[in-house]
């Protein structure tokens, strides 16, 4: 006879223990210390994406004094190890006693709200034990991340099950992979291939980066000046942290405003700055100028120009063209070149997982987010209690981590104080007539993780109230002023 599994009920369940899942309850904790919350977290201990990656060289592709959290100073080098990135949220942890709400190894598989009840019921597995855990919540709070951490997104390319040699893809980094003096090739062009390659090629034979197209990349010293003149003044780090942070969200704001109002010259500028590491003679055109404008891809900033030292040097190389079929071998290209390989690396991206996976449903029935209309980026129609945590593409995915954090906490005080149990987003008369759209404009940003998923996502309207704008520069000024009465926000006492 199956053990009886005992409900625990939460004011608040925090779904993620990664740099989102930390912040809500940081925020959570030091603005509604009233709130009874848990984080429940499916693997083994905190960080997510900077948990789950082991390949070599893992790092952040921007910098840390904005990826880091606004409530505690960041004191490094601006692109960060994922060590060191581990090593701040543990300090965050520790510093707030927020261990005592993380339950680990807790994958939830199910979240069925009941309107008769105003609460989720949260049903899931113990990773550990195999036991079967139930939970119910007055409010849900997704901070699980977008996308399947068990399994990278990898093409199906012709021949791949006669090549002899590894395929591996850095997602799923093997322990013992030994690439010392072999030949490798890595296939991608983002921030991933950008970080591994100058991580392994000192050691193999032979580097090959493979891409199908170029991308952009911001090349620079990996310090920042302004903090380094700062602390040389022996001003506090809280100081050095929130003025560093402004400098440079003030210059991200600059440069991707005029990658919008003038693309070619801010073109010109970055293929410039990698011609300086790789002199004038090298084939920039062909292997690093992108066919689209800054911008409408994420630009990953490479410190200290190291994947470009590794191509000056010798050890890697680049070859831009397309794939025709794996050989025993090695890859043949279109072109008819074959690249001889002994690991291949499939730097090609991730699989978009639309809040974790879970199986959602209101009283039984089940929720298809593709029909849900967006309030902005974070609330869904018909979605009752629940918020999610979608960062940002052109800026560091932690500024929305404290703009949602402040966000929920005044939604969470505000219904206590008006006796509310329950809020749900609700089209208004005047959007009556407005358009639904994918749920982000591929004109303005158009990843591939993103475009093959674009169906699974919710709907977004022509109003800034319903899309997920991807402006931190407005939303930090326009989400404190959401008027929590207006007719968007439907309630239930």
């Not at 079967?132 to 919540?137: D, G, I, L, R, Y």
Request: net charge negative; hydrophobic share 40%.
């Amino acid at each position: 006879m199956p053990t009886a599994v005992t409900r625990e009920h939460f004011d608040t369940l925090i779904v993620g223990a990664g740099i989102s899942g930390v912040g809500a309850a940081y925020h959570l904790q030091t603005q509604c210390p009233e709130q009874r919350f848990v984080v429940l977290e499916g693997l083994d201990s905190f960080g997510g994406t900077w948990h789950m990656h082991r390949y070599p060289g893992i790092r952040s592709d921007s910098d840390l004094h904005t990826f880091g959290y606004r409530f505690k100073p960041w004191i490094g080098a601006p692109i960060a190890s994922a060590e060191e990135i581990l090593k701040y949220m543990g300090e965050v942890i520790s510093d707030n006693q927020l261990a005592q709400h993380i339950r680990y190894q807790h994958r939830v598989e199910t979240a069925d709200w009941s309107s008769e009840d105003q609460q989720w019921i949260l049903k899931g597995t113990r990773q550990d034990t195999g036991a079967a855990v139930e939970f119910s919540a007055s409010f849900l709070w997704m901070c699980q991340g977008y996308y399947e951490h068990a399994k990278g997104y990898t093409p199906a390319w012709p021949g791949m099950e006669n090549f002899r040699g590894q395929i591996v893809h850095p997602q799923t980094w093997p322990k013992d992979l030994d690439y010392k003096n072999k030949q490798v090739v890595v296939i991608g062009s983002g921030a991933t291939a950008a970080t591994v390659v100058p991580a392994i090629a000192a050691e193999t034979s032979h580097t090959t980066v493979l891409q199908r197209s170029p991308t952009y990349f911001i090349p620079g010293r990996n310090e920042n000046e302004l903090a380094e003149q700062l602390r040389a003044l022996d001003i506090d780090e809280t100081w050095v942290h929130e003025i560093t942070r402004r400098q440079i969200l003030k210059n991200q704001a600059e440069f991707t405003a005029r990658a919008f109002a003038e693309p070619e010259v801010v073109k010109a500028e970055l293929l410039g700055a990698v011609r300086a590491f790789l002199g004038p003679d090298y084939d920039i055109d062909k292997h690093f100028t992108p066919d689209y404008r800054p911008w409408r891809q994420r630009i990953a900033f490479v410190p200290d120009g190291d994947i470009f030292q590794g191509i000056r040097s010798g050890k890697a190389s680049m070859e831009t063209a397309e794939i025709d079929h794996f050989t025993e071998h090695g890859i043949l290209l279109k072109s008819g070149k074959e690249l001889p390989a002994d690991i291949v690396i499939t730097a090609t991206g991730f699989n978009l997982s639309v809040l974790g996976g879970i199986h959602f449903s209101v009283d039984g029935t089940p929720i298809d987010f593709a029909d849900t209309v967006t309030y902005r980026g974070m609330m869904f129609t018909g979605v009752p209690n629940m918020v999610w945590i979608f960062g940002y593409f052109r800026a560091s995915w932690t500024l929305r981590v404290d703009i949602i954090g402040d966000f929920v906490c005044r939604l969470l005080k505000y219904m206590a104080a008006n006796h509310l149990k329950s809020v749900v987003p609700v089209l208004r008369p005047e959007d009556a007539d407005m358009p639904l759209l994918p749920w982000i404009d591929p004109e303005n940003f158009n990843p591939g993780y993103l475009m093959r998923s674009m169906h699974l996502m919710p709907k977004r309207g022509d109003k800034p109230e319903w899309q997920h704008t991807q402006d931190y520069w407005l939303e930090k000024d326009e989400l404190p002023k959401i008027d929590l009465a207006d007719s968007a926000f439907a309630y239930k006492q």
